[in-house]
Protein backbone atom coordinates (compact mmCIF):
# COMPACT_ATOMS: atom_id res chain seq x y z
CA UNK A 1 0.00 0.00 0.00
CA UNK A 2 1.34 3.31 -1.02
CA UNK A 3 0.43 6.13 0.98
CA UNK A 4 1.72 9.08 -0.76
CA UNK A 5 3.44 8.77 -3.98
CA UNK A 6 5.96 11.63 -4.81
CA UNK A 7 6.43 11.64 -8.61
CA UNK A 8 9.74 11.78 -10.27
CA UNK A 9 10.29 12.78 -13.71
CA UNK A 10 13.51 14.03 -13.08
CA UNK A 11 12.67 17.48 -12.70
CA UNK A 12 14.12 19.14 -9.02
CA UNK A 13 15.43 18.03 -6.36
CA UNK A 14 12.27 15.25 -4.89
CA UNK A 15 14.46 14.53 -1.70
CA UNK A 16 13.25 17.49 0.60
CA UNK A 17 9.57 17.18 -0.58
CA UNK A 18 9.92 13.57 0.64
CA UNK A 19 11.54 14.41 3.95
CA UNK A 20 9.20 17.09 4.84
CA UNK A 21 6.52 14.41 4.15
CA UNK A 22 7.99 11.84 6.00
CA UNK A 23 8.46 14.51 9.17
CA UNK A 24 4.92 14.88 9.30
CA UNK A 25 3.85 11.94 8.47
CA UNK A 26 6.34 9.32 10.19
CA UNK A 27 4.07 6.38 9.64
CA UNK A 28 2.94 6.73 6.50
CA UNK A 29 4.18 4.81 3.16
CA UNK A 30 6.00 7.84 1.08
CA UNK A 31 7.54 6.75 -2.42
CA UNK A 32 9.18 8.58 -4.41
CA UNK A 33 8.57 6.53 -7.87
CA UNK A 34 8.90 7.36 -11.92
CA UNK A 35 6.46 4.48 -11.86
CA UNK A 36 2.93 4.80 -13.83
CA UNK A 37 1.17 2.18 -11.46
CA UNK A 38 2.81 3.53 -8.26
CA UNK A 39 0.98 6.81 -9.25
CA UNK A 40 -1.92 4.85 -10.17
CA UNK A 41 -2.18 2.81 -7.00
CA UNK A 42 -1.25 5.22 -4.00
CA UNK A 43 -4.40 6.92 -2.13
CA UNK A 44 -2.24 10.36 -2.40
CA UNK A 45 -0.14 12.38 -5.22
CA UNK A 46 2.54 14.80 -5.03
CA UNK A 47 3.45 16.34 -8.15
CA UNK A 48 6.47 18.71 -7.66
CA UNK A 49 9.11 20.30 -10.28
CA UNK A 50 11.60 22.55 -11.16
CA UNK A 51 12.88 23.80 -14.26
CA UNK A 52 11.55 24.85 -17.77
CA UNK A 53 8.47 23.80 -18.36
CA UNK A 54 9.29 22.73 -22.17
CA UNK A 55 11.73 20.45 -20.32
CA UNK A 56 9.14 19.27 -17.91
CA UNK A 57 6.56 18.23 -20.02
CA UNK A 58 9.01 16.39 -21.97
CA UNK A 59 10.75 14.36 -19.63
CA UNK A 60 6.64 13.76 -18.90
CA UNK A 61 6.25 12.57 -22.17
CA UNK A 62 9.40 10.63 -22.30
CA UNK A 63 8.84 8.54 -19.27
CA UNK A 64 5.33 7.69 -19.77
CA UNK A 65 3.69 9.07 -16.91
CA UNK A 66 1.31 11.52 -18.66
CA UNK A 67 -1.54 9.55 -18.06
CA UNK A 68 -0.76 8.70 -14.77
CA UNK A 69 -0.81 12.08 -14.30
CA UNK A 70 -3.83 12.95 -15.98
CA UNK A 71 -5.76 9.88 -13.91
CA UNK A 72 -4.65 10.86 -10.73
CA UNK A 73 -5.27 14.57 -11.05
CA UNK A 74 -9.05 13.71 -11.61
CA UNK A 75 -9.58 10.47 -8.73
CA UNK A 76 -7.45 11.57 -5.60
CA UNK A 77 -6.25 14.12 -3.13
CA UNK A 78 -3.32 15.70 -5.59
CA UNK A 79 -0.94 18.27 -4.74
CA UNK A 80 1.03 19.98 -7.29
CA UNK A 81 4.16 22.66 -6.59
CA UNK A 82 5.87 24.90 -8.59
CA UNK A 83 6.42 23.55 -11.79
CA UNK A 84 3.47 20.95 -10.69
CA UNK A 85 1.15 24.09 -10.49
CA UNK A 86 2.11 25.72 -13.86
CA UNK A 87 1.75 22.26 -15.80
CA UNK A 88 -1.77 21.64 -14.87
CA UNK A 89 -2.67 24.17 -17.09
CA UNK A 90 -3.55 24.88 -21.33
CA UNK A 91 -0.19 27.08 -22.29
CA UNK A 92 3.08 28.54 -21.09
CA UNK A 93 4.97 31.75 -22.53
CA UNK A 94 8.22 30.14 -21.27
CA UNK A 95 8.84 28.18 -24.33
CA UNK A 96 5.89 28.54 -25.58
CA UNK A 97 4.59 25.04 -24.38
CA UNK A 98 1.80 23.28 -24.02
CA UNK A 99 0.87 22.02 -20.06
CA UNK A 100 -1.56 18.99 -19.45
CA UNK A 101 -4.99 21.57 -19.65
CA UNK A 102 -6.59 20.04 -16.60
CA UNK A 103 -6.95 23.41 -15.80
CA UNK A 104 -7.85 26.61 -18.70
CA UNK A 105 -5.69 29.53 -18.05
CA UNK A 106 -2.21 30.05 -18.96
CA UNK A 107 1.45 30.61 -17.58
CA UNK A 108 2.90 34.25 -17.78
CA UNK A 109 5.96 36.05 -17.13
CA UNK A 110 6.69 38.63 -14.52
CA UNK A 111 6.73 41.89 -17.36
CA UNK A 112 9.93 43.68 -16.88
CA UNK A 113 8.69 46.47 -17.16
CA UNK A 114 5.76 46.33 -14.54
CA UNK A 115 8.75 44.89 -11.72
CA UNK A 116 9.08 48.05 -9.35
CA UNK A 117 8.09 48.78 -5.76
CA UNK A 118 6.39 51.64 -4.49
CA UNK A 119 8.80 53.24 -4.36
CA UNK A 120 10.07 52.67 -7.66
CA UNK A 121 12.83 50.46 -6.73
CA UNK A 122 13.59 47.77 -9.23
CA UNK A 123 12.32 44.62 -8.36
CA UNK A 124 14.52 40.95 -9.10
CA UNK A 125 13.38 38.28 -11.38
CA UNK A 126 13.24 35.38 -10.04
CA UNK A 127 10.88 36.43 -7.61
CA UNK A 128 12.80 34.42 -5.01
CA UNK A 129 12.76 34.54 -1.33
CA UNK A 130 9.69 34.52 1.40
CA UNK A 131 6.43 35.90 0.74
CA UNK A 132 3.14 36.16 2.10
CA UNK A 133 0.50 34.25 0.85
CA UNK A 134 -3.36 36.09 1.05
CA UNK A 135 -5.75 33.10 1.65
CA UNK A 136 -8.98 33.71 -0.66
CA UNK A 137 -11.24 30.76 -0.20
CA UNK A 138 -11.85 29.03 2.79
CA UNK A 139 -10.31 25.82 1.99
CA UNK A 140 -8.95 22.56 4.38
CA UNK A 141 -5.88 23.21 3.20
CA UNK A 142 -5.58 26.29 4.82
CA UNK A 143 -6.46 24.44 8.65
CA UNK A 144 -3.67 26.30 11.32
CA UNK A 145 -2.11 28.58 9.02
CA UNK A 146 -3.10 32.04 9.40
CA UNK A 147 -4.02 34.42 6.61
CA UNK A 148 -1.18 36.71 5.28
CA UNK A 149 1.44 33.58 6.33
CA UNK A 150 5.21 33.69 4.49
CA UNK A 151 5.84 31.09 2.20
CA UNK A 152 9.04 30.50 0.12
CA UNK A 153 9.40 31.28 -3.60
CA UNK A 154 11.25 30.26 -6.58
CA UNK A 155 9.82 31.72 -9.95
CA UNK A 156 9.88 33.50 -12.98
CA UNK A 157 6.39 32.67 -13.80
CA UNK A 158 2.78 32.20 -12.74
CA UNK A 159 -0.44 30.86 -13.29
CA UNK A 160 -3.67 33.18 -14.32
CA UNK A 161 -6.53 30.42 -14.83
CA UNK A 162 -9.29 31.45 -16.89
CA UNK A 163 -11.63 31.00 -13.96
CA UNK A 164 -10.87 32.93 -10.98
CA UNK A 165 -12.86 31.24 -8.29
CA UNK A 166 -9.96 28.53 -8.79
CA UNK A 167 -7.62 31.17 -6.78
CA UNK A 168 -7.43 29.54 -3.13
CA UNK A 169 -4.46 32.29 -2.38
CA UNK A 170 -2.63 34.98 -3.79
CA UNK A 171 0.95 36.76 -3.35
CA UNK A 172 2.18 40.25 -4.21
CA UNK A 173 5.41 41.04 -6.03
CA UNK A 174 4.37 44.23 -7.11
CA UNK A 175 1.51 42.97 -8.82
CA UNK A 176 -0.98 40.68 -7.08
CA UNK A 177 -0.47 37.45 -8.83
CA UNK A 178 -1.76 33.42 -7.97
CA UNK A 179 0.03 31.69 -4.80
CA UNK A 180 -2.45 28.19 -5.09
CA UNK A 181 -5.26 26.84 -6.72
CA UNK A 182 -8.05 24.62 -5.61
CA UNK A 183 -10.44 22.78 -7.81
CA UNK A 184 -12.45 19.78 -6.54
CA UNK A 185 -9.56 17.10 -5.36
CA UNK A 186 -6.57 18.97 -6.63
CA UNK A 187 -4.59 21.62 -4.74
CA UNK A 188 -1.64 23.40 -6.17
CA UNK A 189 0.89 25.91 -4.46
CA UNK A 190 3.44 27.97 -6.34
CA UNK A 191 5.35 28.21 -3.41
CA UNK A 192 7.75 25.17 -1.78
CA UNK A 193 6.01 24.44 1.21
CA UNK A 194 9.13 21.74 1.74
CA UNK A 195 11.30 25.11 2.05
CA UNK A 196 8.75 27.15 4.07
CA UNK A 197 9.52 25.89 7.48
CA UNK A 198 6.56 25.85 9.85
CA UNK A 199 3.70 26.91 7.66
CA UNK A 200 4.74 24.74 4.41
CA UNK A 201 4.75 21.32 7.10
CA UNK A 202 1.46 22.61 8.18
CA UNK A 203 0.03 22.76 4.76
CA UNK A 204 1.65 19.01 4.09
CA UNK A 205 0.55 17.71 7.07
CA UNK A 206 -3.21 19.11 5.90
CA UNK A 207 -2.27 17.62 3.05
CA UNK A 208 -1.91 13.92 4.71
CA UNK A 209 -5.33 14.60 6.03
CA UNK A 210 -7.25 16.00 2.93
CA UNK A 211 -9.81 13.63 1.97
CA UNK A 212 -10.22 15.69 -1.26
CA UNK A 213 -13.27 18.04 -0.57
CA UNK A 214 -12.42 21.76 -0.26
Not at 53 to 61: I, K, Q, S, V, Y
Not at 185 to 194: K, L, M, T
Amino acid sequence: MIDIAVVDYGMGNLRSVSKALEHVAPTKNIVVTSSHQDILDAERVVFPGQGAMPDCMRELESRGLRDAILKAAATKPFLGICIGLQLLFQHSEEGNADGLGILSGKVKRFAAEAMHDSEGNKLKVPHMGWNQVYQKQAHSMWKDIPDGERFYYVHSYYVQPDDASLIAGVTEYPATFTGAIAYKNIFAVQFHPEKSQHAGLQLLSNFVQWNGNS
